[in-house]
């Protein structure tokens, strides 16, 4: 019983990265996020709940790297939790938080905890290299 609700909640979190930060779609997005659901490593300033998960992606993101791919490499699952570790990775061919279009490959790494409520994210914890990227981008 435990095995299937983890094997579950991994492939919840594979399809947000596919459907959602990959491709971004929004249908997806909105059957995948619980109403409550928390973003705990939400930037200042910006909302910690669906609409700034999403706006991240589709509104940052997107924009600057519209071939988006993310490369799941582990994930490990416990009760309610799914850990995974990936890179989101793309051609930077828009500005991205104000660094104008460079041209070059961006590897965003990524560690990434999410609590699974019913099928759907609950409650999330993340560390990229994102700064580190953005600095290499200024240079």
Do not use: C
Request: proline residues 3%; hydrophobic residues 40%; charged residues 20%.
């Amino acid at each position: 019983m435990m095995e299937t609700m983890t094997e579950n909640n991994k492939a919840v979190v594979r399809r947000f990265n596919e459907e959602v930060i990959a491709q971004g779609n929004l249908q997806s997005f909105y059957e995948l996020m619980d109403e409550e659901f928390v973003n705990r490593s939400a930037p200042e300033g910006m909302s910690n709940g669906a609409d700034g998960m999403i706006y991240f992606f589709n509104e940052i993101l997107r924009p600057a790297m519209p071939d988006i791919q993310v490369t799941i490499h582990q994930q490990v699952a416990e009760g309610d939790l799914v850990t995974t570790r990936k890179t989101i990775s793309g051609t930077q061919t828009g500005a991205l938080l104000g660094i104008p279009a460079t041209g070059r490959a961006v590897n965003i790494d990524v560690i990434d905890i999410v609590r699974v409520k019913d099928g759907r994210y609950f409650e999330h914890w993340g560390i990229t290299t994102l700064s580190d990227v953005m600095s290499q981008l200024q240079n």
